[in-house]
């Protein structure tokens, strides 16, 4: 099977656009997650979508937003970019089969620079 | 609520010695925890994962983990470390439930010295 991939890989943007992230999970998954990575933050749980439902949420802005498609493909938009949204946005698949147990399979990345 | 604490930022060791990378948890619930880890430049992978099943658990590329509930530990280990392990590493913890958040550590850099 092939991976999660996610799409661009790199991005430039400058403050106060806007930006809209790609994730195509592991095909037969069901849930995606977005994880922000940050140097200073770490890895930090942005949301989880299932069945086109956000299931889950982390603590950040309403400005950071996201959808999952009935093919369980998945977009982050991220509106009124700041500097500090500068980061690598991981997405991650999993079965969802109901257990916390499942194993997330992530992809690359997409490395976001907000200039 | 859930944490985690990954007791070191950076681990040092010289190849073909024993690695430890602590990790400490808190959890209201039994939870499930996992190990990633993450080579420069590229994605996280599944080391291995507990799941209230075995409490030594065995993982990928040699490394283990012990579930210590009365520690609060899930410390992971490798006997002999291999110049390709050098990389960040990251203790996962979630609550027994698919509406538990997802929790990460803040990560340890591990370095192998020749």
């Known amino acids: 099977k092939a991976g999660v991939t996610q799409t661009p890989r790199y991005l430039i943007k400058t403050r106060g656009q806007q930006v809209t992230l790609s994730c195509s999970p592991i095909?037969?998954?069901?849930?995606v997650s977005w994880y922000q990575q940050t140097p200073g933050q770490g890895l930090q749980f942005l949301f989880e979508y299932f069945s086109e439902t956000q299931r889950n949420k982390g603590n950040f802005p309403g400005r950071f937003s996201g959808r999952q498609f009935s093919n369980s493909r998945s977009e982050m938009n991220v509106s009124t970019l700041e500097l500090g949204d500068s980061a690598l946005y991981l997405c991650?698949?999993?079965?969802?089969?109901?257990?916390?147990?499942?194993?997330?399979?992530f992809g690359p990345g997409t490395r976001l620079t907000v200039l | 609520a859930q944490s985690v604490t990954q007791l070191d930022s950076h681990v040092s060791v010289s190849e073909g010695t024993p690695v430890l990378l602590r990790c400490n948890y808190s959890s209201s619930y039994s939870p499930s925890l996992f190990w990633y880890v993450q080579h420069p430049n590229k994605g996280l992978q599944l080391l291995l994962k507990?799941?209230?099943?075995?409490?030594l658990v065995k993982g990928i590329n040699g490394f283990e983990a012990e579930f210590k509930k009365s520690e609060t530990s899930f410390h992971l280990t490798k006997p002999s470390a291999h110049m390709s392990d050098a990389a960040e590493y990251f203790c996962v913890v979630r609550g027994y439930s698919s509406a538990s958040k997802i929790i990460f550590g803040s990560g340890t850099r591990l370095s192998i010295r020749p």
């Open positions: 507990y799941t209230s099943a075995a409490t």
């Open positions: 991650a698949s999993s079965e969802a089969s109901g257990r916390a147990a499942d194993t997330q399979y």
């Open positions: 095909s037969g998954h069901r849930s």
